[in-house]
């Protein structure tokens, strides 16, 4: 089941709010990573990690190994610092239990930002409503050089 589209959260979606939440972040949790080369949230990973982040690779499948020198975690709750942004390379279904685990932390994230081809208005709802940002249906990677914040 698809989840409504609705209007963004003002602010949620302009480039002045995306650069801001770029230029603060310094620690990213990347859920979904990948040690395929060829997918998606490893070259996101990869040039997060150019782009002088702290990316904290998270897919219960790879937890214990190291993706690109960075060891993998299980889930949220393992890592071992706060976590300035959550990247989630997820379906949209499961932003709602990726809100939970954030909702869980006893520091929460400040961000959760859903990759493109990701969105979960309700998910999306409940994360503003305790303060916590909300990106979707974009790419870091993407925003970074059009905002002109390469190597930060």
């Known amino acids: ?44 990973m990869e040039f997060l990690l150019a782009q002088g982040f702290r990316v904290h690779p998270v897919n219960p499948g790879l937890a214990g190994q190291t993706l690109l020198g960075q060891p993998v975690y299980a889930r949220l709750a393992d890592i071992p610092e706060p976590i300035d942004l959550v990247d989630m390379f997820r379906a949209a279904e499961y932003a709602p239990q990726v809100v939970d685990e954030m909702l869980a932390l006893a520091v929460r994230p400040k961000v959760l930002w859903m990759q493109l081809g990701v969105r979960h208005d309700a998910a999306a709802a409940r994360a503003e409503a305790v303060g916590i940002e909300v990106v979707m249906e974009r790419c870091p990677a993407i925003e970074i050089p059009r905002l002109g914040l390469m190597s930060r």
């Not at 989840?3 to 990213?28: F, M, N, Q, S, V």
């Open 1 to 44: 089941m698809a989840p409504a589209h609705g209007p963004a959260a003002p602010g949620r979606d302009d480039d002045a709010a995306i650069r801001r939440i770029l230029t603060e972040t310094k620690t990213i949790a990347l859920l979904g990573a990948s040690a395929n080369p060829a997918r998606p949230s490893h070259h996101v």
